[in-house]
Antibody, heavy 125, light 107 residues
């Protein structure tokens, strides 16, 4: 079965940093672009970042550009999101999600068809 | 970034009703649009991709249509398990962008 399992969330002070991880299994990880999507409490979904299968191309929402860094370790089948200069409005449940179509590089590889269960990040003093 | 305007933000309907949700893109996105269902406390679930293709295992009462800038999700004969929040997501260009969501509630 294809599975994604996020970890690394918790309580972080404003201005602080945290690194999220997403462990993938059940598919050839290096073939597929991966994404982070977040959802603030009671709010809608917001796409945060994406990375190509090789890790050579990364993409960000304007709201996190310059503060968040997406990366991946293909031999370890793991996706990461390094989050710096955290603000209260970064408080959210963070999901990792897999592109449906493999091999994409400059544009999204179709819909997000597999999602993890999410890890909660709370930014508060 | 492409803006996705989804409407309505909420609607009330009864079991057996048909409902339609719309999504409008700020520029043409061909048919690179998906629809997702999210229930409280759960991750989103893909229902439809490329505007009108039903994901495997999704009931046929869900259907999607549209291209370029205007898209619709229709649910015919609403079932109790369909009461949820629905989102559109464009996958034409990065950054991907979601619609604001439509909460379908029981009347």
């Amino acid at each position: 079965d294809v599975q994604l399992l996020e970890s690394g969330g918790g309580l972080v002070q404003p201005g602080g940093s945290v690194r999220l991880s997403c462990a993938a299994s059940g598919f050839t990880f290096s073939v597929y672009a991966m994404n982070w999507v977040r959802q603030a409490p009671g709010k809608g979904l917001e796409w945060v970042s994406g990375v190509s299968g090789s890790g050579g191309r990364t993409y960000y929402a304007d709201s996190v550009k310059g503060r968040f860094t997406i990366s991946r370790d293909n031999p370890m089948n793991t996706l990461y999101l390094e989050m710096n200069s955290l603000r209260a409005d970064d408080t959210a449940l963070y999901y990792c999600a897999k592109d449906r179509i493999g091999g994409s590089y400059y544009s999204p590889g179709g819909p997000l068809h597999i999602w993890g269960q999410g890890t909660m990040v709370t930014v508060s003093s | 970034a492409i803006q996705m305007t989804q409407s309505p933000s909420s609607l009330s309907a009864s079991v057996g009703d048909s409902v339609t949700i719309t999504c409008r893109a700020s520029q043409g996105i061909r048919n690179d649009l998906g629809w997702y269902q999210q229930k409280p406390g759960k991750a989103p679930k893909l229902l439809i991709y490329t505007a009108s293709t039903l994901e495997s295992g999704v009931p046929s009462r869900f259907s999607g249509s549209g291209s370029d800038t205007d898209f619709t999700l229709t649910i015919t004969s609403l079932q109790p398990e369909d009461f949820a929040t629905y989102y559109c997501l464009q996958d034409y260009l990065y950054p991907r962008t979601f619609g604001q969501g439509t909460k379908v509630e029981i009347k």
